[in-house]
């Protein structure tokens, strides 16, 4: 699962009963008392051998009417019942097979949660029995809550089933993480069981031209005399529940291959001459994922589909991943580059970790996610060299460092309900902690445990202990005290760095202090010292929370650099100088060391050694620290110099990085030059997205009645940056006859459109005068406020800030005092 983590930590949630029939679905609020319940692996009564669904949409009703045949065996102890999570259903019929023969049995499900089924014998663990289940799923009366990560846990998604919404197509898919699976088809929905798996769908006849996807190989598709079509999707290798899957749609199937598998890509029409740009790197991203872990891919085929109103980000459905259709980027968004290239890589390496081994229980997701997580780091590194990868592996870490998840373990036995695992923790913080854990064994030794991890437990389940064991075999070293502060426990090392020298005795020394309230951590550091251009490297060990180390050198250093690499995952204060962080970036190199110099530099642009690192900032091969280069001067008051001037004119104009360019217009356009209109005017009709819009938004500072003038022309081909900047603009133009049309889609809107909706509307709310629609609008951004909370304090300040400034402007006037009191109120 590839969730939207701005910084994320899960959100609340609510246990469920389901009513009767059609009634709606009553939601409880749990107490407490979650904070005394241990989190254990389910207990295995049955175990699934293979689950066999004959299954048929009605678009009308947004049902399904469902035909299983599950077949099981007794765990170990001899059993007369079985126990199936159904949520929701009708339930039908319930028989056991014989021969072909079905007998009923006997069965409760009051709850209508669970299907207690009355076998017709005891059996033991070597008998096999097959039981029936006749039934009806109807996910749009099961009202289950879902949480930041995934948004809703009905299971089955009926989108625009009517075709009501032009704007809109037609999409049947399904969403089985965390335990969904179980609103479509009965069940043991848990991850610590395995089963093979047939579908057997039948598409309705006037949908039958649509194409559907599923789990393993598509075996048979035939037309039926009544006009509907049946596909036949089979699976012959076991996998959980959860991840069981079927799409249905208006899509263009784009077929590439890795190794003689088919690989597909399947978009929407709109997108398929593009679909190559989206998805094309994923037999690549197979051959490299297959050559470090030594395991090949394990599924016969890798399919790739796109969702309309999808819950999460994406989601690792055994062989056929579900991704949100904001990956469907047109040719004009791609030339700022695929910003959703880690969803695909993100995904794929579930089908090794998640997949072919899959987390015994939702407290050890991190067995999934914080893999699937560092792949990223891994490809980047792979695919786009050492700085990709470290810029990666650094916003990862500033992300979970962000999340207000301090207290949280990444192996957690207590949590309210399992989606609150989907956070900072499980992602964020267990791909860092794998970062740290390659770089001290080495690759040889990192790969080689992954490998010995995945062949023990192949099509089976894991837990953080054989990860460890894995580790332990294969390097002969006992890493408990690794496992214990970062897997079993919480926090990371808050320290501040100082440096002393002592010319008598020809030493430096080196002080952490590890400043967190809890523990203190072990800690394998590299310590760099530089001297004359020459670099010696010593590796040290914290384990108390005041470390000093002393070295050995012939004068002061020109540079100490503690953790050489940047590897380690902790809040830092490091005391350097100014004239020691320019050494860093010429010297140190790495992404870390030449962004630390330059976010330093930035704080003290009144001084020409700051600037000049700027300047090396601006001239850097990379174009991320470019990038940050450039916002650091939009945030100073400081008077550029020519030469400066010069050197960001010539980004604006020339940079091969897109969002370079763009950065650099928006620089300019803060100058408010009138010799630049022409290019601002030019840039406008840029193919990026990102050039254009910032191009637009430079023109409107010197402008804004031309920029505004262009508006109607530039709206018929715009998104992202262009997008967002138009609307920005157009709520000079807006006023209440706006408000419902506004109102509504904010109130629609995906949380994965990000916060600028929001902060947008906070703007336009400027120029509402209607006091109730403006009431209602502020009700509707602390509503907002309060889900990216959890997610990003960061966020929900901004938009408090922005709310704050709105409440100032408002009171200010005696006819719009009212509103100002109320937001006032709110905020409260």
Same mark, same amino acid.
């Given at each position: 699962?590839?969730?939207?983590?701005?910084?994320?930590?899960?959100?609340?949630?609510?246990?469920?009963?389901?009513?009767?029939?059609?009634?709606?679905?009553?939601?409880?609020?749990?107490?407490?008392?979650?904070?005394?319940?241990?989190?254990?692996?389910?207990?295995?009564?049955?175990?699934?051998?293979?689950?066999?669904?004959?299954?048929?949409?009605?678009?009308?009703?947004?049902?399904?009417?469902?035909?299983?045949?599950?077949?099981?065996?007794?765990?170990?102890?001899? $059993?007369?019942?079985?126990?199936?999570?159904?949520?929701?259903?009708?339930?039908?019929?319930?028989?056991?097979?014989?021969?072909?023969?079905?007998?009923?049995?006997?069965?409760?499900?009051?709850?209508?949660?669970?299907?207690?089924?009355?076998?017709?014998?005891?059996?033991?663990?070597?008998?096999?029995?097959?039981?029936?289940?006749?039934?009806?799923?109807?996910?749009?009366?099961?009202?289950?809550?879902?949480?930041?990560?995934?948004?809703?846990?009905?299971?089955?998604?009926?989108?625009?089933?009517?075709?009501?919404?032009?704007?809109?197509?037609?999409?049947?898919?399904?969403?089985?993480?965390?335990?969904?699976?179980?609103?479509?088809?009965?069940?043991?929905?848990?991850?610590?069981?395995?089963?093979?798996?047939?579908?057997?769908?039948?598409?309705?006849?006037?949908?039958?031209?649509?194409?559907?996807?599923?789990?393993?190989?598509?075996?048979?598709?035939?037309?039926?005399?009544?006009?509907?079509?049946?596909?036949?999707?089979?699976?012959?290798?076991?996998?959980?529940?959860?991840?069981?899957?079927?799409?249905?749609?208006?899509?263009?199937?784009?077929?590439?291959?890795?190794?003689?598998?088919?690989?597909?890509?399947?978009?929407?029409?709109?997108?398929?001459?593009? &679909?190559?740009?989206?998805?094309?790197?994923?037999?690549?991203?197979?051959?490299?994922?297959?050559?470090?872990?030594?395991?090949?891919?394990?599924?016969?085929?890798?399919?790739?589909?796109?969702?309309?109103?999808?819950?999460?980000?994406?989601?690792?459905?055994?062989?056929? $991943?579900?991704?949100?259709?904001?990956?469907?980027?047109?040719?004009?968004?791609?030339?700022?580059?695929?910003?959703?290239?880690?969803?695909?890589?993100?995904?794929?390496?579930?089908?090794?970790?998640?997949?072919?081994?899959?987390?015994?229980?939702?407290?050890?997701?991190?067995?999934?996610?914080?893999?699937?997580?560092?792949?990223?780091?891994?490809?980047?590194?792979?695919?786009?060299?050492?700085?990709?990868?470290?810029?990666?592996?650094?916003?990862?870490?500033?992300?979970?460092?962000?999340?207000?998840?301090?207290?949280?373990?990444?192996?957690?036995?207590?949590?309210?309900?399992?989606?609150?695992?989907?956070?900072?923790?499980?992602?964020?913080?267990?791909?860092?902690?794998?970062?740290?854990?390659?770089?001290?064994?080495?690759?040889?030794?990192?790969?080689?445990?992954?490998?010995?991890?995945?062949?023990?437990?192949?099509?089976?389940?894991?837990?953080?202990?054989?990860?460890?064991? &894995?580790?332990?075999?294969?390097?002969?070293?006992?890493?408990?005290?690794?496992?214990?502060?970062?897997?079993?426990?919480?926090?990371?090392?808050?320290?501040?760095?100082?440096?002393?020298?002592?010319?008598?005795?020809?030493?430096?020394?080196?002080?952490?202090?590890?400043?967190?309230?809890?523990?203190?951590?072990?800690?394998?550091?590299?310590?760099?010292?530089?001297?004359?251009?020459?670099?010696?490297?010593?590796?040290?060990?914290?384990?108390?929370?005041?470390?000093?180390?002393?070295?050995?050198?012939?004068?002061?250093?020109?540079?100490?650099?503690?953790?050489?690499?940047?590897?380690?995952?902790?809040?830092?204060?490091?005391?350097?100088?100014?004239?020691?962080?320019?050494?860093?970036?010429?010297?140190?190199?790495?992404?870390?060391?030449?962004?630390?110099?330059?976010?330093?530099?930035?704080?003290?642009?009144?001084?020409?050694?700051?600037?000049?690192?700027?300047?090396?900032?601006?001239?850097?091969?990379?174009?991320?620290?470019?990038?940050?280069?450039?916002?650091?001067?939009?945030?100073?008051?400081?008077?550029?110099?020519?030469?400066?001037?010069?050197?960001?004119?010539?980004?604006?104009?020339?940079?091969?990085?897109?969002?370079?360019?763009?950065?650099?217009?928006?620089?300019?356009?803060?100058?408010?030059?009138?010799?630049?209109?022409?290019?601002?005017?030019?840039?406008?009709?840029?193919?990026?997205?990102?050039?254009?819009?910032?191009?637009?938004?430079?023109?409107?500072?010197?402008?804004?009645?031309?920029?505004?003038?262009?508006?109607?022309?530039?709206?018929?081909?715009?998104?992202?940056?262009?997008?967002?900047?138009?609307?920005?603009?157009?709520?000079?133009?807006?006023?209440?006859?706006?408000?419902?049309?506004?109102?509504?889609?904010?109130?629609?809107?995906?949380?994965?459109?990000?916060?600028?909706?929001?902060?947008?509307?906070?703007?336009?709310?400027?120029?509402?005068?209607?006091?109730?629609?403006?009431?209602?609008?502020?009700?509707?951004?602390?509503?907002?406020?309060?889900?990216?909370?959890?997610?990003?304090?960061?966020?929900?300040?901004?938009?408090?800030?922005?709310?704050?400034?709105?409440?100032?402007?408002?009171?200010?006037?005696?006819?719009?005092?009212?509103?100002?009191?109320?937001?006032?109120?709110?905020?409260?």
């Amino acid at each position: 699962m590839k969730s939207f983590i701005l910084a994320s930590a899960a959100i609340l949630l609510s246990s469920v009963v389901m009513a009767q029939d059609q009634e709606a679905i009553v939601v409880n609020t749990q107490s407490n008392n979650w904070k005394k319940d241990y989190r254990a692996s389910a207990t295995k009564i049955n175990d699934l051998i293979h689950t066999k669904l004959e299954v048929t949409p009605d678009y009308n009703k947004c049902f399904l009417y469902g035909k299983e045949w599950v077949s099981l065996h007794p765990h170990f102890y001899p $059993t007369d019942s079985l126990s199936l999570d159904a949520k929701g259903m009708q339930i039908n019929e319930v028989a056991i097979v014989k021969n072909g023969k079905k007998t009923p049995l006997k069965y409760d499900y009051s709850d209508s949660m669970v299907l207690n089924i009355h076998l017709d014998k005891t059996y033991k663990s070597n008998e096999t029995y097959l039981i029936y289940i006749d039934y009806v799923s109807r996910p749009n009366l099961y009202k289950g809550q879902g949480s930041a990560a995934i948004t809703d846990a009905k299971g089955l998604y009926f989108i625009n089933p009517d075709g009501k919404d032009k704007n809109k197509p037609i999409q049947l898919w399904t969403q089985g993480e965390t335990e969904g699976s179980s609103v479509w088809f009965p069940t043991i929905d848990k991850p610590d069981q395995k089963t093979t798996e047939e579908i057997i769908l039948t598409i309705p006849k006037k949908f039958n031209t649509y194409v559907s996807l599923s789990n393993g190989a598509l075996i048979s598709s035939k037309k039926n005399a009544d006009g509907t079509r049946t596909d036949h999707w089979k699976m012959d290798l076991p996998h959980a529940p959860y991840l069981f899957f079927f799409g249905v749609g208006d899509y263009s199937v784009t077929k590439d291959k890795y190794k003689g598998k088919e690989v597909n890509y399947y978009v929407e029409p709109a997108y398929a001459s593009v &679909a190559r740009k989206i998805y094309g790197n994923t037999p690549e991203m197979m051959a490299f994922y297959s050559r470090i872990l030594g395991v090949e891919f394990p599924w016969n085929k890798y399919s790739q589909m796109t969702a309309r109103d999808y819950v999460s980000g994406a989601m690792e459905n055994t062989t056929a $991943t579900l991704h949100t259709d904001a990956v469907q980027q047109n040719a004009r968004e791609l030339t700022d580059g695929n910003k959703y290239e880690e969803y695909v890589a993100h995904e794929l390496f579930h089908q090794w970790f998640g997949d072919y081994v899959t987390c015994e229980s939702w407290s050890n997701l991190t067995v999934n996610e914080s893999f699937a997580n560092y792949s990223e780091t891994l490809w980047n590194t792979y695919k786009y060299g050492k700085d990709a990868g470290d810029k990666q592996n650094y916003d990862d870490m500033q992300g979970y460092l962000r999340s207000n998840s301090f207290d949280l373990d990444l192996v957690r036995f207590y949590y309210k309900t399992r989606e609150d695992m989907f956070d900072a923790v499980s992602y964020n913080k267990g791909g860092r902690i794998l970062h740290m854990l390659h770089h001290y064994l080495g690759d040889s030794a990192f790969y080689k445990s992954l490998n010995t991890y995945l062949v023990e437990h192949k099509f089976g389940t894991g837990e953080a202990h054989q990860l460890r064991i &894995a580790f332990e075999k294969v390097t002969g070293q006992d890493l408990n005290w690794y496992w214990n502060q970062w897997y079993f426990g919480y926090g990371n090392p808050v320290v501040d760095i100082s440096y002393g020298y002592d010319d008598s005795k020809k030493e430096s020394t080196v002080t952490i202090h590890q400043t967190q309230k809890e523990h203190a951590f072990i800690l394998p550091i590299d310590i760099d010292i530089y001297t004359n251009g020459t670099k010696k490297r010593y590796t040290v060990w914290t384990k108390d929370t005041l470390d000093n180390f002393t070295f050995p050198v012939t004068q002061k250093p020109d540079l100490i650099n503690v953790d050489g690499d940047k590897i380690l995952l902790w809040d830092k204060q490091d005391n350097k100088s100014l004239a020691e962080y320019a050494y860093q970036y010429t010297h140190g190199g790495n992404y870390v060391d030449r962004r630390e110099a330059v976010e330093f530099a930035s704080s003290q642009l009144d001084k020409p050694e700051a600037l000049a690192i700027i300047m090396l900032g601006l001239n850097d091969k990379f174009y991320d620290i470019r990038d940050i280069a450039l916002k650091s001067l939009s945030n100073t008051p400081v008077p550029p110099s020519p030469d400066l001037i010069q050197k960001i004119e010539s980004m604006a104009k020339t940079d091969p990085k897109r969002p370079v360019r763009a950065e650099a217009i928006a620089y300019l356009g803060l100058l408010k030059n009138p010799q630049y209109k022409s290019m601002f005017v030019a840039d406008t009709k840029d193919s990026s997205y990102s050039v254009a819009g910032n191009a637009l938004m430079a023109l409107a500072r010197l402008d804004k009645d031309t920029a505004l003038t262009m508006l109607p022309e530039l709206s018929k081909d715009a998104k992202g940056n262009l997008s967002e900047v138009i609307s920005n603009l157009s709520i000079f133009t807006f006023d209440d006859t706006q408000f419902d049309s506004l109102y509504t889609e904010l109130k629609n809107m995906n949380l994965y459109k990000g916060v600028t909706p929001t902060i947008n509307f906070i703007q336009y709310l400027n120029n509402v005068k209607n006091t109730d629609n403006f009431k209602k609008g502020v009700d509707l951004v602390i509503e907002k406020r309060k889900i990216y909370e959890p997610l990003s304090k960061q966020v929900a300040e901004v938009i408090t800030s922005q709310l704050q400034q709105l409440a100032q402007a408002k009171s200010s006037t005696t006819s719009t005092k009212e509103q100002g009191d109320y937001i006032i109120e709110k905020l409260k």
